[in-house]
């Protein structure tokens, strides 16, 4: 394990985990804590090893300090975060959209991609994000990507319930209709997609499926019968009148 030593107020010391490295910054202000990493530079990832560890220190910094750390990690902040549960806690513990816009800034699409492999994992993760940062990390991990993840409609309504109804919407719309309809393979799809989703985004979705399309998912409105509380009356309604 590699001994960093720094400099502060004519002492020195030395830090090889992060524990050591928690001691030192509980007991110095913010711009000797600023000192200190800028002093351990990109060091930094030889004391700080996986997410529990960030999450540690990012517990005790300032929100420009918390930057100061991203900026040091870099390219090993991914690696560093390790698994898409830990990125949740971390969005979680950051609890402010600035603090959240540049964790996300600068973990990069790599990072991102990396980090999160499936839906489920991409639901928890929105599920922490504040709802003025949903749109950076859509944006930021990609849209093929979003798209190479999702197998049904389900998967996608775990994302869905994850944001707010106009990001939901701009989702739905930024990966096409006709790849929506292509992910929805039983009435379980698309039953969860719309109890997911506001009457007015799934009136939007229903109009958009070709009546033939809609009749493969849907043979008879008896399919329905078991979800009918996942709609509001009017869908169920609409349903109904488009498929008979």
Request: charged share 30%.
């Amino acid at each position: 394990m590699k001994e960093i030593k720094i400099h502060i107020d004519g002492q020195s010391t030395d830090i090889i985990n992060t524990p050591e490295l928690i001691a030192v910054l509980d007991v110095l202000n913010g711009e000797e804590d600023k000192e200190v990493l800028t002093q351990i530079g990109s060091d930094i990832s030889e004391i700080i090893t996986n997410g529990k560890e960030l999450k540690s220190i990012l517990s005790v910094l300032s929100h420009n300090n918390k930057l100061l750390l991203f900026k040091l990690l870099g390219d090993k902040l991914a690696k560093t975060i390790g698994r898409a549960n830990e990125l949740a806690e971390i969005l979680a513990l950051l609890a402010d959209d600035k603090s959240e816009e540049a964790l996300i800034t600068s973990i990069g699409v790599n990072g991102l991609q990396g980090l999160i492999s499936n839906s489920e994992e991409l639901s928890s993760v929105l599920e922490w994000v504040y709802d003025s940062c949903d749109d950076l990390l859509l944006q930021t991990i990609e849209d093929d990507y979003i798209k190479s993840i999702i197998r049904s409609g389900y998967e996608l309504s775990l994302i869905l319930q994850s944001l707010n109804h106009p990001a939901q919407l701009r989702l739905i719309e930024k990966i096409g209709y006709e790849f929506v309809i292509s992910i929805i393979h039983t009435p379980k799809d698309f039953a969860f997609l719309l109890r997911a989703t506001p009457s007015e985004i799934s009136i939007k979705l229903i109009d958009n499926i070709p009546l033939q399309e809609l009749r493969k998912i849907i043979r008879k409105i008896e399919d329905l019968k078991q979800y009918k509380e996942f709609f509001e009356t009017n869908e169920y309604n609409y349903i109904k009148r488009r498929i008979e």
